[in-house]
């Protein structure tokens, strides 16, 4: 490697990458961006990227919602496109406020779960309990109603 270190070779990136997309061209492979919607990138790079953020996506939650259970506590829906975390105790975006993060939850909320090991208060449930308790008063319709229609 002609570089020094690490930054030197970091910065000669930068400045490469720089250079491609001064020049319109995609810089990841240094093709023309043609009619990409990326500002970087051209269409084939940034199907590519996606899909492998997509795919990162799909790992990190099966990974998360596995060690939580890898079912609905309420209705034991296991289909992976269906659950989601749970914050046990309905305080959600108080923990949103305590992270700082505007965009918590998703896939920042799973990394950060599997970076702290599980923590306790957190549970699987899907997307229509989730919603349910959140609507009925923290109690899922499933198990008890708490408004009369
Ligand atoms: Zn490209
Ligand atoms: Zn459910
Ligand atoms: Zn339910």
Known sequence: MPFRDKEEYAKYQ???RWKRMNEGLCYLCGHPKGESKSKWMCTDCLKKVNQRSQEWTKRIK???ITAYGGKCVC????SLGFLTIDHINNDGSIHRRKMGRRDWGGKILYQWLRKQNYPTGFQV??????LGRSINKGVCPHKEMQYEF
């Open 14 to 16: 930068r400045d490469y």
């Open 75 to 78: 209705c034991g829906e296991t």
């Open 62 to 64: 099966k990974e998360v």
């Open 125 to 130: 449930m899907c997307f229509n309990c989730n």
